[in-house]
Each structure stands twice: as C-alpha cells, then as structure tokens.
C-alpha cells in the first residue's frame, strides 16, 4: 500500500519505518528539514533499539520524508502521528492538531477518489471526528463516511522496545464507522494480523481512543499500587521485591508492572493519565482513584531522598545520581524520576554530579537551567561523592563497585545488582 505518515517524532518515524518493513511505500510529511534530511539520509534522530537498521534498509526504497504536504495525494491513507501537547490542568493542546487536519486536507482537495485519514496520536474521544475529521472535511471538500473516511488507530509502543512492539503486538486496536476503513486497516495490518498471538480489536472510534487512556492509567494505577505495597512493606521492615514477586505469581494479576520503587514517568503515562483526569473532570466526574494514582507516584522521588538525608546531612554534600532516562534502554527523560530527584537534592543544598549512558545531552537541551554537573562515566560520577541515588536501572549500574567515593551511601530506586557487604551504607526504597 502507499502510506503517508504526517508527524516524524517518536511515534511517526517509528511506525513509518515498520510499515516499510511490512512492505508498503512510505512517505513521511514532516515539517523539520533536519529530521526530513536525517530520515533521508537513513539517519534516526531518536534512539530507539532496532529503528536505525530499518531506517537504514528502507529510506531512499519504500522510505522517504518531505516538508510537502502534497505527497498525500499520491496515497491510499494517511496517518496522523502528531504530538498533543499538555496544559498546565492536563488538558490536551490541540493546535498542533488542528494545523495538521487543515494542511491535510487542503492537499486533499486536489483528489477525486476515497482517501482514509487515520489517528494514531493519543487523543480524547471525539477529537476523530469533532476535529480532525471536521476540519479534514472542510478544507477537502470531501464528505465523512463517502469519499473521506475516518478511523483511530492507538499505539502501544513502548520507549527501548518499540520496534518490536509494532511488529509483534499484543492487541491492534482498529476503531472505525465505516467498511471501506475497516478493511483498508485489515489490508494495512496483514503480515502483523497473520500472528496467532496478535489479537484484533475491531470497535468504534470513541470506543478506540478511550482504549489507550484506559490501558495507560490501569498500568500506571497498578505500577502506583506496587509503590503503596513497597512503601507499607519497607515500613513492616520486609522486602517488597519478595512481598511482590508472590503477588505476580497470581494470574489474575501477573508480575509485570509490579517492580516497586521511583515510579513511572515518560512521555505517556502521566500525559494520559492527566488527560483523563483533566477530560474526566470536564465531563463532570472527579477521578478520585486516578488522583491517588499521580499522587502515590509523586511521593516516591521524595521519599528517596528522605531515605538518603537519614544517613548524611545534604547540606554541602556531593551526591552521584546515576541515571537520566525515565527508564533504561532509551535516552527519553520526560517527566523522568530522576529530575525530580534532582530537583530534590539541590533544594535541600546538596550538589549534583549525574550520569548517563545516552540522556545526558537530552537533558542539557531540554533542561538547560537544571543544576547538574555531567560526569563521562558512572566512576567518574563516583569519584570524591558524598553518597549515590539510582534512578535508572541501566544494566551497566549492576556490580559497580563504587570505588572512589568519599563515603559509600547508596539509595537505590530500581533495585539494582549490588554488593551490599562493600557499602557503608546500602538501602533499597522500598526493601
């Protein structure tokens, strides 16, 4: 199929690269000529595991990116991977969106048969239809449900392993209201489909945008409660990661999203979870549990450095915090824990050296005015610090040996690999 993906962030560049991989003609409409020149050139500007050798095998074939939204024409359908970002209530910021619909559908206008404009980005229920699918029509000319036909199509990738989660999924959640979408997606989705462990959701396309929140906040909700039972366990003086590992044994419950300690950020779960809170409360409900969910998760980065000032006072002190990203295998640090725990430590007059395998230059560009020094190497980020916090469980933080520090105080968030016996002092958040 010919596909014209409209957004080249996270999500966009992704996906366009696993439809080449599926086999389609891809083009995506971008409106930075730096990533449009990257994507050409085979180059991914993110880091994702796996996305470079498709970006690689497939630009300048089935993969190309344009600034020109007149590359639509030439395709079956069109996706729309555009981000939404959020006001300071967690409402949704739907300009980028509307933009997106209004250029889309001007180019539409030059195009006489059936064209289907797909949402993939996470978005309420109603903003489909109500605003991309109203604006799309306006500026087209085109008629919803006879020649512009409309579904939601949410994602479910997951930062580090994105790539395979788009090629070998869980679920595909296609929300339509007409045939012609329908099977246009089913046609789009084969080779994934043909998987007998994919299943195929089919189901409207309110239903299918609230699929999304609704998944995010039950796992945000569950990595929340994990964190209350570790919080309760370390109290009663017992092992959370033992308490937990018992629990996951059920399998009404399972042991994924059970790992207790410094909490969940990221670009989607307290984005989705505060669009619903915010949506939920707009349509006259208070989402009382969802509010625990944020505030339990809140509290965590706190209470780590809480842990931390019962072993040395922070005033003056040099404090090694290793790890950036909100979690391993990807430098994304939105909304990371380790920010907070950051934030933390300096307002309690302790000094800051960090280190990171991939995220450090995505936290110097994104947070220029964080007061952070940046180490070359996790020894380096030791060498002469008063004390350590781990915020991310990088798989090269396991059996550090700590050498170099000026006394060997570690808080630990993530339950890394560590030997214990060689530490001055060594506490688990929630163990």
Not at 81 to 103: H, K, M, N, V, Y
Not at 316 to 324: E, H, K, N
Not at 369 to 391: F, Q
């Amino acid at each position: 199929m010919h596909v014209s993906i409209v957004g080249s962030g996270y999500v966009g560049t992704t996906v366009a690269a696993c439809l080449a991989e599926l086999g389609h003609e891809v083009v995506n409409v971008e409106i930075d000529d730096d990533i449009v020149e990257a994507i050409n050139a085979g180059e991914t500007p993110i880091h994702e595991p796996g996305l470079a050798d498709l970006l690689a095998d497939h630009a300048g074939s089935r993969l190309r990116a344009t600034t020109d939204y007149d590359a639509v024409v030439d395709t079956d359908l069109t996706v729309l991977c555009l981000p939404t970002p959020q006001d300071d209530d967690g409402a949704l910021d739907l300009e980028i969106t509307r933009a997106g619909a209004r250029s889309l559908g001007e180019a539409l206008a030059a195009t006489d048969g059936a064209h289907l404009v797909v949402v993939k980005s996470t978005v309420l229920p109603g903003t489909t239809e109500g605003v991309v699918g109203s604006i799309v029509a306006e500026t087209s000319g085109k008629r919803v449900g006879e020649d512009l036909h409309l579904a939601m199509n949410p994602e479910f990738l997951r930062m580090s392993t994105a790539v395979t989660d788009f090629l070998e999924p869980d679920k595909v959640v296609l929300g339509t209201e007409t045939d012609h979408a329908g099977a246009t997606l089913r046609d789009l989705y084969a080779p994934i489909l043909e998987r007998p462990e994919t299943h195929l959701v089919e189901t409207g396309i309110r239903e299918a945008e609230l699929i999304k929140y609704a998944n995010n906040a039950f796992l945000a909700a569950k990595v929340s409660l994990a964190n209350e039972l570790g919080n309760v366990s370390k109290a009663y003086g017992a092992d959370a990661y033992e308490v937990l590992e018992a629990v996951g044994l059920d399998d009404r419950i399972s042991a994924r999203f059970l790992r207790s300690g410094l909490g969940w950020g990221g670009s989607c779960f307290p984005k989705d979870v505060n669009a619903l809170r915010a949506g939920a409360r707009e349509q006259g409900y208070d989402p009382e549990l969802l509010d625990a969910v944020v505030a339990v998760n809140d509290r965590q980065p706190v209470a780590l450095v809480d842990r931390l000032e019962g072993h040395l006072s922070l005033e003056g002190a040099r404090v090694a915090v290793l790890g950036l990203a909100f979690k391993p295998g990807t430098d994304d640090v939105r909304a990371s824990r380790a920010l907070d725990v950051i934030e933390h430590l300096r307002e309690r007059g302790a000094s800051v050296v960090a280190y990171d395998p991939v995220a450090m230059e995505n936290v110097r560009t994104r947070y220029p005015a964080l007061e952070v020094e940046y180490a070359e190497s996790a020894a380096a980020a030791l060498e002469g610090a008063d004390a350590c916090v781990v915020a991310t469980d990088w798989p090269a933080f396991d059996d550090l040996a700590f050498d170099g520090m000026a006394r060997r105080i570690v808080v630990d968030g993530r339950r890394i690999a560590v030997d214990e016996d060689a530490l001055e002092v060594y506490e688990g958040l929630t163990w």
